[in-house]
């Protein structure tokens, strides 16, 4: 088959799937069609729409119920809780973290923002999250504890924390990462910015580090307009976790004493209201993606070209970006099919670039990337909304 | 007179002023009589509520507009937007910025993310901010300039940064502090967190330094539930601003690429909307405030035990918090105020503790400050918000 007849029917494969008669699929678009004008209207009318009011504790709440954390501590944004997390386990000046060398920049932000130094881990093509095979085997070569801690031989840096990151929502395969993580004496921090409604092995994503990161930004799963939240097991690390967020203020009627370096990442309570509303709706929206995945993961079955990814058999995935992955020799068709479904209306887009190759951290630290690098040329995320799947 | 008639007084003059029949006098509280339900309704219903959506825009126009400066750029909140002033100018590890003592711990908190070390300066009993004579006798005496850069001889750290900040919203001297500055090569950032809707010299106050920093969060002048703003007249710095606020992405149609390490500084579109019908109405609540700081000078005027403050004959304040300062003599009543007033439902607060006594920098440098350290005995803040007036 020719290149542009392969472009064709994946095209056309995925228009089986959208629903008709729009001029235009974005990629990923909130649904609002549950309490959120309610709940919103009643902040309005009762002047509490910023840092105090009822729906951050709500909003907490229902996320520590709906995720089986202990805590979960709402933050202005997925960046912001994250960087927090990695305070938390005592990510400083100089410390090595290791991550995915594919995810979203922001994790790589957060770690600098800390002090810390990402340094690179390869993917595993089946979870597009970190190989815990290749891991172990890379930090054998490279890593060696003193008095408890890990270093890297090669630079000197005491290596801090492991931080998987979910990538487009599927699980990551987190037991073998956290045995090595233990083995290494490494804390691993979860960055569950994309797998709100991700499960490993029954638990939910992010449930399984010390602390981890949700996101609630306008193209996720659910939406707070931007936002983020913490979840751990640890009520101490939550009770810090609270601290930090909220300028580390002392708790007193009027006094002004903080007594930590703190930040302002409280979600306002405008955005908590909106997370209520759109967290009551969240198993709708998940089941709706979950039917959309399968209707595309039919759709791409005989087009032998392309690779639709399915949650791995040791987890349920929210599917929160659905992803084709062009087989070995067929990379080079991505960006004919980036050109052709963008300019139909079709709103798709690659992975990111390797945060490894981006100027500010092209010196960092980091592992062969073969799987890294073979996905950041070959993924194409296709519109993944809810909405696709009609309201019965 | 005893201290309680003295007390009872202040108590009765407080009363004089508010409206009758509440049971709770606010500190602050923000107004919603405009189009906040419209706006906020049209985010919910075309589905914009987060980084993307025509709010962000037009709340940006709509503040260089109010505040005449060149660009505006939107922020999550004001102590990020700060963050940002200081990256910008060039804050980095191990610079010294000289700021107030006296101001909310965001302002030492911001300098401290950018590796910066506050380096606290006595206040202005007059201002409430940063003294321009003090500073400059402080600077002569412990700074010097080496290739157009200051450094404290003292420590060996450079001197990079001035950051005076408004008090309370009343204008510091601004002329004289530049003029300080500029002659110590040093760049100012006005911390103008408190001060929108106040004028030095008939221009908005944010707009005499390089670059500033303001806040909405919810107990300002305006509210965006949570937010703030970087203001310019320096287009360079402005895009800069907006490119490290939107986490450094190089525009693409599909691309993520980052060329610097930028920062999830965005304000939701839901919260630019709340911000846009907000600002519609602050020259309403500037007016009613500075009428009901009027009603509070002339309830004062005969109690020789207390200053209420007032805007410097050089400025126009937005009487953003009311303040009153027990006189020399009479600060230990301040807490019997504070007592008093709270316990009848009347909030009140005294100032912030001086960020030089606190755990996390009392280690700073610092000058003399016994000007800020009488303030923070003497002063209380007392019910400001707009609605103290009733709408005619």
Not at 68 to 73: D, H, L, N, R, S
Request: proline share 5%; charged share 20%.
């Amino acid at each position: 088959m020719n290149n542009k007849s392969i472009i064709d029917r994946i095209v056309n494969s995925i228009l089986d799937v959208l629903p008709k008669g729009k001029n235009f699929y974005p990629l990923h678009e909130p649904s609002f069609e549950g309490n959120e004008w309610k709940y919103l209207k009643e902040c309005l009318d009762t002047g509490w729409v910023s840092s105090v009011g009822k729906y951050v504790d709500e909003f907490e709440k229902k996320l520590a119920d709906f995720t089986g954390a202990k805590m979960a501590i709402a933050a202005v944004n997925g960046t912001s809780a994250l960087q927090i997390c990695l305070k938390i386990v005592g990510v400083t000046t100089g410390d090595e973290v290791l991550t995915n060398a594919l995810t979203f920049v922001a994790t790589s932000n957060a770690i600098s923002y800390c002090g810390g130094i990402p340094h690179y881990v390869d993917s595993n093509e089946k979870t597009l999250g970190l190989c815990p095979i290749s891991l172990r085997a890379y930090l054998k070569e490279i890593a060696e504890l003193r008095n408890n801690e890990c270093f890297n031989r090669k630079t000197g840096n005491r290596i801090k924390a492991l931080v998987p990151m979910h990538v487009f929502g599927h699980p990551a395969d987190i037991d073998p990462l956290l045995e090595v993580a233990n083995e290494f004496s490494i804390s691993a921090v979860e960055d569950a910015a994309e797998s709100l409604g991700s499960y490993y092995k029954g638990k939910h994503t992010g449930t399984f580090g010390k602390i981890s990161a949700l996101s609630f930004n306008g193209n996720k799963t659910i939406t707070t307009g931007g936002g983020g939240a913490i979840l751990t097991n640890d009520s101490e690390l939550g009770r810090l976790a609270k601290h930090l967020t909220t300028t580390a203020k002392v708790p007193h009627k009027w006094e002004f004493f903080h007594d930590m370096i703190g930040y302002n990442f409280r979600l306002p309570n405008i955005c908590a209201a909106l997370g209520c509303a759109q967290l009551e709706q969240l198993p709708g929206f998940i089941q709706k993606k979950r039917m959309l995945a399968e209707k595309y993961k039919n759709a791409f079955n005989d087009i032998p070209e392309v690779r639709f990814v399915t949650e791995p058999s040791f987890g349920k995935s929210n599917y929160w970006l659905n992803t084709l992955i062009f087989r070995k020799d067929f990379s080079h068709l991505r960006d004919d099919l980036l050109e052709k479904t963008n300019s139909m209306g079709i709103q798709t887009r690659p992975a990111w670039r390797l945060n490894s190759d981006l100027p500010m951290f092209q010196n960092c630290p980091k592992m062969a990337l073969p799987v890294a690098e073979y996905l950041e040329k070959s993924v194409v995320n296709i519109p993944s909304s809810s909405n696709l799947i009609p309201s019965e």
